[in-house]
């Protein structure tokens, strides 16, 4: 398999309509996606010469997302704005290429502004999971 483009990978908020479309964060340069699986610890004393032992399927499941790039105030900023200030989760979607995207609900747990007298105006955002995720393979 060829390598992936890092500018595929995108951040997408839903519009809240039905129905409902997708648009992608403006300015985004930076895209990390991290899944999480909480492990739960089954060990006994029965358990094979002392092995740790987990149990299947038990565990805490969990996305966090992070967007960093140059701010660019187009309307996925305005409705992200509003989705933080309204303490709404809302719909978003985030497409890796080559291996699918993932759709579901998030909180926004963090939202950054920064910039230089020199430079460009940057922001960055931290989504946390606030529900069940579906993901759709890439065919």
Do not use: C, Y
Request: hydrophobic share 45%.
């Amino acid at each position: 398999m060829a390598g992936q483009r890092g500018r595929d990978v995108l951040i997408k908020i839903s519009d809240g309509g039905a129905p409902e479309s997708f648009v992608t964060l403006a300015g985004v340069r930076t895209s990390e996606l991290e899944l999480n699986q909480q492990q739960v610890d089954a060990t006994s004393a029965d358990s094979p010469e002392g092995w740790r032992e987990l149990l299947a399927g038990a565990g805490l499941k969990t996305m966090r997302v992070r967007g960093r790039g140059l701010f660019k105030d187009a309307a996925s900023d305005t409705r992200m704005r509003a989705v933080f200030f309204a303490g709404e989760i809302a719909r978003w979607r985030l497409i890796v290429p080559g291996l699918g995207s993932f759709t579901g609900p998030f909180q926004i747990a963090q939202m950054n502004w920064g910039g230089t007298h020199d430079g460009e105006a940057t922001f960055s955002v931290d989504l946390q999971s606030a529900g069940a995720l579906v993901f759709g393979a890439v065919a």
